[in-house]
């Protein structure tokens, strides 16, 4: 329930505190005294959001603080564990408006953001204003009545989660489509372009080893020529110079014991021999490798010429580019064969969710019909109790295709004056037959719901008289179990308030300011009959009054 409610520099509020009736509380007031200021300070409360001019002083904050007293309540438990939060019976909620229009909200004293407050109080306050009666015309509203009712709430997260992951696999698999197509649009010309490369079968660095060959092929007997003229200069002809090396170190044997540099010169004389002599053997076995191959060079020439093609047709200039050009036909065909593999199990895979969604939605479905019958009669006799004798609703549940609320579209459909043709609410339906349809079919969810306090905002416009007297005897019951309150200008209905709550301007320091006040017995009765029959009322109206109250 709602406990208490805190009011400080909002509008023409300036200090205001209500404390509430854990039953029916009717709040009354003339035209204009502040009935909706009190229901928009405490719409901060549930998380509407603000600006700086709702601020009555302008350099100084606003501040709303809403306490609540909770039992039992299972969705407010797990918000509390899911947001780290320390849960207490009772539940503060404050709200501030800084003068440069920056917002802040506690729940016991702890900062939250504005999402988690609107999720905290959906599960609080359930506030219903007088135009929020064209809601019950919506689909949407419509649903989640059969829902409510059916106790479908379980099974439908179940849904949600189910056909999230079918929709993700769903667009998935699109998405696959879409590549393949794309994929196989390429498929052929690259496969025709892989064969070629399949075909050549370059090597790494194959193009420019085989340059090289060329070159030395092209030259090789130019190059036998000049390694034999080296080699015969440094080991045959007629004076080779390694066999002179030779002989100059025997002459220097000789003269080892004349000067002591001579023998390290001597031993590096040797070492020369022995190292020209090893370039020699070197150059000649070079030499006889060397072999001048007509046959080969074509071939080279060939194979040069198909990679030489290669390079030009894709516009590289090397073997190592080319074999990336490759390596990416390869893996783009490749890919053409996982995409393949990747949609069977998607499909296999979105096949299994939609399945699984199905079976969900098919008792869901089963729980909306079930309750068709019970719920129609109830709103029925509801709105007869309510001065609609002749209105009947229907509800028809059409199939629709499976999304995350089911495969049911569901429609109330109205008639209001037993011609049994039906048609959708929005079109047939008044305002004051709409606040009443609302009051009654809320009157039947909220005992399904664990909503704690329901909050109405002159739903009862446009009905009157004994219509209006039932509206507030349906009020009356349903406090039996909620906390109500509401805002109205009908007397029968104020007359069955538990508290009765008077809001009226007056002048503090020459500025004008709301103010509420908690009416007793006589005050309560004057109120009403004022309602009756005008602000001086008459004896007569007096004892009307004191009989609706009674």
Request: charged share 25%; glycine share 4%.
């Amino acid at each position: 329930m709602l406990q208490k409610l805190r009011i400080l520099n909002y509008a023409i509020i300036d200090e205001l505190t209500i404390s509430f009736s854990k039953k029916l509380n009717i709040i009354t007031g003339e035209t204009g005294a502040g009935k909706s200021i009190l229901m928009g300070a405490l719409d901060l409360v549930l998380g509407k959001r603000a600006d700086t001019a709702i601020l009555k002083e302008k350099d100084k904050k606003c501040i709303v603080e809403a306490t609540f007293v909770v039992k039992n309540n299972e969705a407010i438990q797990l918000f509390f564990v899911e947001n780290d939060l320390d849960k207490e019976e009772e539940i503060l909620i404050r709200r501030e408006i800084a003068a440069n229009g920056k917002s802040r909200s506690f729940v016991n004293d702890t900062p939250v953001n504005l999402s988690q407050l609107k999720e905290l109080t959906a599960n609080l306050v359930d506030l219903h204003r007088q135009f929020d009666t064209q809601e019950i015309g919506s689909e949407n509203f419509q649903r989640e009545v059969m829902d409510a009712l059916a106790d479908n709430a379980l099974l439908l997260a179940q849904l949600k989660t189910v056909y999230g992951k079918y929709s993700t696999v769903k667009n998935e698999l699109e998405a696959l489509h879409v590549q393949q197509t794309n994929a196989d649009k390429e498929a052929d010309y690259n496969k025709f372009l892989l064969e070629e490369f399949t075909e050549i079968n370059l090597k790494e660095n194959e193009l420019e080893d085989l340059d090289t060959e060329i070159k030395f092929l092209s030259n090789a007997e130019n190059i036998k020529m000049q390694l034999g003229a080296v080699y015969g200069f440094l080991s045959g002809g007629e004076e080779p110079v390694v066999q002179n090396l030779k002989s100059f170190s025997q002459k220097l044997s000789g003269l080892k014991e004349f000067h002591t540099a001579i023998e390290d010169l001597q031993k590096r004389l040797i070492s020369a021999q022995l190292e020209i002599q090893d370039v020699a053997d070197e150059l000649e076995r070079i030499d006889d490798e060397i072999v001048y191959d007509a046959e080969r060079i074509n071939a080279v020439n060939e194979r040069v010429s198909a990679g030489y093609k290669l390079l030009k047709k894709h516009g590289v200039i090397n073997t190592a580019q080319l074999l990336e050009i490759q390596e990416t036909l390869q893996q783009k065909l490749d890919a053409v064969f996982n995409i393949t593999n990747a949609i069977e199990k998607a499909d296999k895979e979105s096949k299994k969710l939609f399945d699984e969604a199905t079976v969900l939605a098919v008792k869901i479905n089963a729980n909306r019909v079930a309750q068709v019958k019970p719920f129609v009669l109830k709103v029925n006799d509801l709105l007869t109790q309510v001065g609609m004798p002749n209105a009947q609703i229907k509800i028809a549940i059409n199939s629709v295709a499976l999304s995350a609320n089911g495969t049911d579209e569901i429609n109330f459909l109205f008639d209001a004056n037993k011609t049994n043709r039906f048609e959708p609410l929005h079109k047939v339906a008044s305002g004051g037959e709409l606040s009443r349809l609302m009051l009654s079919v809320k009157s039947l969810v909220a005992k399904k719901l664990e909503l704690p306090v329901l909050i109405f905002d002159e739903i009862d416009t446009g009905i009157s008289g004994e219509a209006a007297k039932q509206v507030g005897f349906i009020m009356k019951e349903l406090s039996g179990s909620h906390q109500l309150i509401a805002i109205t200008h009908q007397p029968q209905i104020a007359a069955k308030a538990n508290a009765h709550y008077f809001v009226y301007k007056q002048i503090v320091k020459d500025t004008i300011q709301t103010s509420v006040r908690l009416l007793n017995e006589d005050e309560r009765i004057v109120a009403i009959a004022q309602m009756l029959s005008g602000e001086k009322p008459t004896a007569a109206a007096l004892e009307n009054a004191k009989e609706m109250m009674n």
